[in-house]
């Protein structure tokens, strides 16, 4: 069976930092894709950034960047230049190839950001 | 961007009794939608998957009988908590994706279920 796996509970930042937040995951699949989303106090889910297995460049978007190592798998996110809206709850997330509803969901990790 | 409501937002049952919950894609049609809990501080699972006109997919441990899902319409899906306990206080989260299955995920903002 998949598993997705945060070690980090709580991480602190201070604003304009750079923070990482580690994810690793379990799985035999060879297609499959994975996410990190936010949750804010709102409770709303808010898609970060998504990697596909197989593509091997990390995947950006604006100052949210991946470190995807498929043979160690893991998947980091690197939050740079770290802003007060940035403090959320944050979830990594699996899914085989060609069902991207069925995600499997890390512990989450609060991120806090310190002004 | 796609946009998934999820109604009502906050609701308070008495034990016993049932409550719905909905779950609509306001700009597009969505074939597929999913349904996942929360509880407090921690992770999301998976439910069940709702699928237009046929029935649902529950995943293992989830009480069909309990757990009601129509999906009666392309914009449309409805959970029903069914004669609901303490135990099922919790935050219901539905979504549903543009696009083909390798599509990302757009989530509703959710319902906090609180049975007294």
């Known amino acids: 069976a998949q598993t997705v796996t945060q070690s980090q509970p709580e991480m602190s930042v201070q604003e304009a930092e750079t923070v990482t937040l580690s994810c690793t995951y379990d799985?035999?699949?060879?297609?499959?894709?994975l996410f990190w989303y936010k949750q804010p106090p709102s409770r709303q889910m808010i898609l970060v950034i998504r990697?596909?297995?197989?593509?091997?460049q990390n995947a950006t978007e604006n100052r949210f960047s991946v470190n995807f190592q498929k043979a160690a798998k893991s998947f980091s996110l690197k939050i740079s230049d770290s802003q007060l809206g940035d403090a959320a709850m944050y979830f990594c997330a699996y899914s085989a190839g060609g069902n991207t509803g069925k995600l499997i969901f890390g512990q989450g990790t609060t991120l806090q950001v310190k002004p | 961007g796609a946009v998934v409501s999820q109604h009502p937002s906050r609701v308070i049952c008495k034990s016993g009794t049932s409550v719905k919950i909905e779950c609509r894609s306001l700009d597009f049609q969505a074939t597929t939608m999913f349904w996942y809990r929360q509880f407090p501080k921690q992770s999301l699972m998976l439910m069940a998957t709702?699928?237009?006109?046929?029935?649902?997919?529950?995943e293992q441990g989830v009480e069909k009988d309990k757990f009601l899902i129509n999906h009666a319409s392309l914009t449309l899906s409805t959970l029903t908590v069914t004669s609901a306990h303490p135990e099922d206080s919790s935050f219901y989260i539905c979504s549903a994706r543009v696009g083909p299955g390798n599509s990302p995920l757009h989530f509703g903002n959710g319902t906090r279920l609180t049975v007294t």
């Open positions: 799985t035999s699949e060879s297609d499959y894709y």
């Open positions: 990697q596909e297995a197989y593509k091997q």
């Open positions: 709702s699928n237009e006109g046929s029935k649902a997919t529950y």
